[in-house]
């Protein structure tokens, strides 16, 4: 059962062993096509990626901006729901056992499907945490119990905007890592300040003792590179998913597949590189990471 949670503490480590920051990219379930969601999660894999976190396809995604939305909206119009995403999972797990692989979304498919039934399967699958956008701390009640009774990491969002309690609540029940949205906005925003989420940083590790990954206004390897210099993790997920969208833009349908799992796993290797580079020696980001 520990194995779950095993596999996010231990890419956390191997990062750190190899002083960098963990590389987590967020993918749409579904998009472009349904059968290119295992493939292109292997894909990333070979291209650095140490997490993957893997967006369940929902109609309102409240805190997504328009390159994530419409990657969901056009998941749902193929048909894809939370069971289809689990099968998924289950189907990359017959040949990778070892990336962790965070599931991504909001509360409706999970009630949909029932908390209990969904807690039991995605640990039969090999789900190693969820984030669930609008199950703050205050409002997971027994969820939190059954996905602690799975083995399955409740990851949760920090946010410029957070107060010190919500800081300690989180503290206080997430397990894998925690991921800092380092914007006012929703994902795919600009104007990213590094030194103001590296003092962010170090405010939420007063009371969060896992790494911290930061996400939202990353978008090539430069904002990746500074970021990587200040957190346990870089979440890169809106310029991944709308490289791979241009990419498939004139081409027949049957090779949209394969030209988005091209171009997203050679953009995302050179992110893997930049961050790899990106810390000088000795230096060191944090006591959790």
């Known amino acids: 059962m520990a194995q779950h949670t095993d596999r996010i503490a231990a890419a956390f480590a191997r990062a750190a062993l190899e002083k960098r920051a963990a590389l987590i990219p967020y993918i749409a379930a579904g998009n472009p096509l ?115 009774k799975h083995d399955i990491a409740p990851i949760f969002l920090l946010a410029p905007t957070s107060t010190e309690e919500r800081i300690k609540a989180v503290g206080k029940i997430a397990r894998g890592y925690v991921y800092y949205v380092s914007l006012n906005g929703v994902t795919g925003a600009g104007n990213l300040d590094t030194s103001d989420v590296a003092t962010r940083l170090k405010g939420i590790r007063k009371y969060v003792n896992l790494p911290v990954g930061v996400g939202f ?23 991944l998913i709308d490289t791979m969208t241009k990419a498939c833009v004139g081409l027949p349908a049957e090779q949209q597949s394969q030209a988005a799992i091209d171009a997203g796993a050679s953009w995302l290797n050179g992110i893997s590189k930049a961050i790899a580079i990106a810390r000088p020696e000795g230096h060191v980001v944090s006591q959790n990471g």
Not at 65 to 74: N, R, S, T
Not at 135 to 147: A, M, S, V
Request: glycine share 10%.
């Open 34 to 148: 349904p059968a290119s969601t295992v493939p292109l999660m292997h894909a990333l894999v070979r291209a650095g990626a140490d997490v993957i976190e893997l967006g369940i396809p929902f109609s309102d995604p409240m805190a997504d901006g328009p390159v994530i939305q419409k990657a969901a909206e056009h998941a749902i119009a193929q048909g894809i729901g939370l069971r289809h995403v689990l099968e998924m999972v289950a189907e990359f797990r017959t040949t990778d056992t070892q990336t962790p692989i965070v599931l991504m979304g909001y509360a409706n498919p999970i009630e949909r499907m029932g908390q209990q039934q969904f807690a039991e399967q995605a640990s039969r699958v090999g789900i190693d945490g969820i984030l669930t956008v609008d199950y703050p701390p205050e409002e997971i009640g027994d969820f939190l119990n059954l996905l602690e």
């Open 217 to 239: 206004g990353i978008s090539d390897a430069g904002s990746a590179q500074r970021v990587s210099l200040v957190a346990d993790a870089v979440v890169i997920g809106s310029k």
